[in-house]
């Protein structure tokens, strides 16, 4: 429930809001097709926000009706458009230039200095830097988390949902063969005390943690996802859920050099989400 203090708020900026009329005639030169905007201010520094959309400028209109944007379109003095083929290319787009410009009312998408995983070796669990581990190599990786301690409470959440031992994923500490407090509450099945044998603790934490498994780069190396859009088609170069960039043909795309970033996991989500798809052709660039 908003508080009468946000309440009091709103009505306040609805109270004083301005259409900005000096943003209208910029407005009528985007095109409706999907891509990227970017709002500029006055110095023509770095960018104020960068969005996305299937019609850039239905959405920019949006934009300029929304109260609680007042902020924003007073320091605005220009809106670019990037067009793109559909939305697939529009997503990459918009993280990768939210991640290196990193503009200031945008607040998801930013770029994470440190990005964690949970990893299970020798029935061992432990918290690693995503960023450390090469997906094409398979390092079955579960979970991509913002903090170490986000990546521990998703594994906690794991234990409570499966009866799985906390002493055994390194949660508590507990001397060997003694029994877990949850085990005498039933909430753990007793691998650590014997009572549950330690390969069908294993078993069941794999199974638990496969709806958490972050996928291996499903392809040899470097390959060109085709988007074609009604007045433009590109294809984006990616590698081991890296984008490297956009061309409008393939033989540019394969002339390509542009560096990718760190594996991050908005851009892998989009990736994947988009190659999951099966509806955009995929040429390897080899």
Known sequence: MPTSASTARRASRAATYLYPEHLRDVVQQLPRTPGVYVFHGQDGGLPLYIGKSINIRGRVM?????????????????????????????????????????????????????????????????????????????????????????????????ADDHRLCYALLGLERLPAGRACFRSMLGQCLGACSGREPLDAHEQRLRGALERL?????????????????????????????????SAPSLAKAKRLRAEPGEFDRDTYRIIKQGLEGATMAVHPLV
Do not use: C
């Not at 780069?217 to 984008?243: C, D, I, L, S």
């Open 62 to 158: 949006d934009h300029l009706r929304t109260t609680e944007e007042a902020d924003l379109l007073r320091q605005t003095r220009h809106v670019t458009a990037l067009p793109t083929a559909g939305d697939f290319g529009a997503r990459l787009l918009e993280a990768h230039l939210i991640k290196r410009d990193l503009p200031l009312y945008n607040r998801l998408l930013r770029r994470l200095r440190r990005q964690f995983s949970l990893r299970l070796y020798r029935g061992t669990v432990s918290v690693v830097h995503s960023g450390d581990h090469d997906l094409a190599t398979a390092p079955m990786l579960h979970g991509l988390y913002s903090s170490e301690r986000a990546a521990k409470e998703s594994l906690r959440r794991l």
């Open 213 to 245: 498994e972050v996928s291996a780069w499903p392809y040899g190396g470097k390959v060109a996802v085709e988007e074609r859009g009604e007045t433009m088609t590109q294809f984006h170069v990616v590698e081991g859920w890296r984008y490297h960039g």
